[in-house]
């Protein structure tokens, strides 16, 4: 059974970091495409970053660029997304996802870990 | 604003057949496959198409998905209380070189 089970969550201070990380079974990690959705309270979806399998092809969302940085470990089965600067339109349920192949859809997702900036 | 540009809410009656659209561009939607994603508050998106038009295993063929140029629709028949969730399309976008997302569409199964 594939899972996807987010960690790192939290409430964190304006300006300050954060990491999330993404844990997967079920499936040979190294063969997939990941990346992170977020959904801001009373928001839609919005893609964050994508990684392709070997972990290059890194992408990233205007909004976020230069201040988050996705990462993969394909030893431990495990994504990582580094948080930094974090502002008050961060606040959201981030989802790490797997895409089924290049660019055709995002088959399995985690439950989701929200993150809380706020003073 | 969202790139891809979605209605933002529905209504139907049980047993009717509704379609959602999902309105891009050519550098989305137009040279990119399409899928599409029921949401329900609390819970992790599920995959409904992908590749346009194809469906995941366990999705029953109450849902459908096409794609004409720049503008893709999600179609969903025999209408039941279950289906009322929001709904999202989402693509690749070549010129912003990342994924977007449709604003969502709120179906209301009356």
Same mark, same amino acid.
């Given at each position: 059974?594939? %899972?996807?089970?987010?960690?790192?969550?939290?409430?964190?201070?304006?300006?300050?970091?954060?990491?999330?990380?993404?844990?997967?079974?079920?499936?040979?990690?190294?063969?997939?495409?990941?990346?992170?959705?977020? %959904?801001?309270?009373?928001?839609?979806? &919005?893609?964050?970053?994508?990684?392709?399998?070997?972990?290059?092809?890194? *992408?990233?969302?205007?909004?976020?660029?230069?201040?988050?940085?996705?990462?993969?470990?394909?030893?431990?089965?495990?994504?990582?997304?580094?948080?930094?600067?974090?502002?008050?339109?961060?606040?959201?349920?981030?989802?790490?996802?797997? &895409?089924?192949?290049?660019?055709?859809?995002?088959?399995?997702?985690?439950?989701?870990?929200?993150?809380? !900036?706020?003073? | 604003?969202?790139?891809? +540009?979605?209605?933002?809410?529905?209504?139907?009656?049980?047993?009717?057949?509704?379609?959602?659209?999902?309105?891009?561009?050519?550098?989305?939607?137009?040279?990119?496959?399409?899928?599409?994603? %029921?949401?329900?508050?609390?819970?992790?998106?599920?995959?409904?198409?992908? &590749?346009?038009?194809?469906?995941?295993?366990?999705?029953?063929?109450?849902?459908?998905?096409?794609?004409?140029?720049?503008?893709? +629709?999600?179609?969903?028949?025999?209408? %039941?209380?279950?289906? &009322?969730?929001?709904?999202?399309?989402?693509?690749?976008?070549?010129?912003?070189?990342?994924? !977007? *997302?449709?604003?969502? +569409?709120?179906?209301?199964?009356?």
């Amino acid at each position: 059974e594939v %899972q996807l089970v987010e960690s790192g969550g939290g409430l964190v201070k304006p300006g300050g970091p954060l990491r999330l990380s993404c844990a997967a079974s079920g499936f040979t990690f190294s063969s997939y495409s990941m990346n992170w959705v977020r %959904q801001a309270p009373g928001k839609g979806l &919005e893609w964050v970053s994508s990684i392709g399998s070997s972990g290059g092809s890194i *992408f990233y969302a205007d909004s976020v660029k230069g201040r988050f940085t996705l990462a993969r470990d394909n030893a431990k089965n495990s994504l990582y997304l580094q948080m930094n600067g974090l502002r008050a339109e961060d606040t959201a349920i981030y989802y790490c996802a797997r &895409e089924i192949a290049a660019a055709a859809g995002l088959d399995y997702w985690g439950q989701g870990i929200l993150v809380t !900036v706020s003073s | 604003q969202s790139v891809l +540009t979605q209605p933002p809410s529905l209504s139907a009656a049980p047993g009717q057949r509704v379609t959602i659209s999902c309105s891009g561009s050519s550098p989305n939607i137009g040279n990119n496959y399409v899928s599409w994603y %029921q949401h329900l508050p609390g819970t992790a998106p599920k995959l409904l198409i992908y &590749e346009n038009n194809k469906r995941p295993s366990g999705i029953p063929d109450r849902f459908s998905g096409s794609k004409s140029g720049t503008s893709a +629709t999600l179609g969903i028949s025999g209408l %039941q209380t279950g289906d &009322e969730a929001d709904y999202y399309c989402t693509t690749w976008d070549s010129l912003n070189v990342g994924r !977007v *997302f449709g604003g969502g +569409t709120k179906l209301t199964v009356l």
